[in-house]
């Protein structure tokens, strides 16, 4: 052990300390409520994917569309080439 992990190892609290019950149990529950919002908020973006799809809209693209606006557009652009080739050695697009 070097000397920066014995450091690390020093000041890094002890996870068995009876103090650290009370940390641990404040992170659990932390995260469980994150989870519980988790779920209600995927629960409100399939309820706008139904709301879209009654409207004649596909969530299949949509959910494509909104991928591909968080990408680049060189991301996009060679995304696109990637298919393209894949496509063509599958022999789904004829060859230009």
Not at 20 to 39: A, P, Q, T
Not at 56 to 76: A, C, D, S, Y
């Amino acid at each position: 052990m070097n000397a920066s992990q014995k450091m690390k190892a020093m000041t890094k609290p002890d996870p068995l300390n009876a103090n650290s019950d009370d940390d641990l149990r404040r992170y659990i529950e932390r995260i469980e409520r994150l989870e519980e919002e988790k779920s209600g908020i995927a629960a409100d973006i399939r309820a706008v994917y139904l709301e879209a799809n009654a409207q004649g809209f596909f969530p299949k693209i949509m959910r494509m569309i909104i991928r591909l606006r968080v990408m680049e557009t060189h991301e996009i652009e060679e995304q696109e080439n990637m298919v393209d080739l894949y496509k063509h050695k599958l022999n789904m697009i004829r060859s230009q």
